[in-house]
């Protein structure tokens, strides 16, 4: 591996490529080999932190399964306990219409200053912002602002990422300090950390309030930095639950996130404006309750996230069934997303559209309930990775995926909808 790239984003999809297929016989990778040797690298931390598990909804999509026998813990963790739902029943009701599909998209290649390889890790709600990460360059990130370059920088340590923005343009991510994890808060070309050791920012809201995780790989608690000058401070958690992280933030103070007992065992949680907590109910799925829900955004009054059901494949290894759906933070119900054969579901935008993946092709598109709009491609390159949705879903930031001679090609495009 590259210097200071370590597990970047084209190591990861190099690592998820056996994942397009149902496997016809054993992995052919050691997934618990390949986290135990990257465990403090931020490409596997996202497999227990969420945002990685969107590549895993994609290839298993509407109840499909995929044997994770490998990922397993080695000590078998207890389930999480039963929990009251904030509604009567946790069983799926109709969802509301999406909005009218749009009517057509263009794609542009993101400028980079000459540098070849680039990647789009982040986008703000209005979409006039995007960040991303540049290779084998003098600096390591770039925000563009309407797809112009605004700035690029070097944030010192390795793997470098900003994770998301505000409208203000005002970004969050960290990156690595020797062996620890360093949280920091980006603002007109410049950075400065934030307060705290061994602490990833992963969400900012329009506030200025951040979120996201403070402590060692498996072992993180999750936190909150009031403004980018505030002291960290620890989110409650719930009795039994000793690790978790918090991922979402909402303009009205809402945090969404997980808690857990252990690796691989973190269930949805919610962090309320008014200073209570609570555990998400658990969804049914194909009158099965699930084991866990996984948060993956949020939308005004919902959040998209995925239902895991933990099964056996033919062979008896431990496999886990990954169904999107979706959870209406008023009242507390699931609501099913429309079930199209072969799209993995990622992003949701407040009008109802999804951002997703095609599992087979690696394309980007945009769901509108059942109608899918495909996202043109650009050029010679066929195959995507989607990392950014504006809030009204005519801006989306992404970046290629294609297998070069040697390494995937990666380059930054913009898409933007009417």
Known sequence: MRGEDEMNDDGAVRMLQPLREEPAGPP??????????????????????????????SVTAGGGTLAIAAMQPETPARKPATVTSVAPSTQAAAAPAAAPPPKSCQVALLPTGGVRKSVVTAGDPSGRYQAGRLYDAAENLIVWKNGKIDARLRIPGA???????????VGVGSSYLGESQQAFVYRDGTYSELDGSQTSALAINEAGVIVGALGPFNGEVPVRWT?????????PLPSGYPVGIAKLIADDGTVVGSV??????????LWLPDGTGKLMPLPTVGGKK????EPTSIAGDWILGAAIIETDDSEGRPSRALTPIKFRIS????????????IGFGQLADNGWILALNNESYKPVILSGSKV????????????QVTSFSADGKTVGGYSTDMG??????????????
């Open 28 to 57: 052919r990778f050691d997934v618990a080999r390949a986290m135990a040797e990257g465990r403090r690298r931020r490409g596997l931390r996202r497999w227990t932190g969420g945002l990685a598990l969107i590549a895993l909804t």
């Open 159 to 169: 793997d470098a990422s900003i994770d998301d923005l505000n409208q203000s343009g």
């Open 227 to 235: 403004s980018a000058s505030a002291k960290v401070e620890r989110l």
């Open 260 to 269: 857990g007992r252990g690796r691989l065992t973190l269930t949805a949680y």
């Open 290 to 293: 699930a084991d866990y829900f």
């Open 331 to 342: 009242d507390g119900t699931y609501h099913p997303v429309p079930a199209t054969d072969g």
């Open 373 to 384: 709009v495909k996202l043109p491609e650009y050029q010679r390159f066929k195959e995507y």
């Open 405 to 418: 001679p040697e390494e995937v090609d990666n380059r930054p495009f913009l898409w933007t909808c009417k």
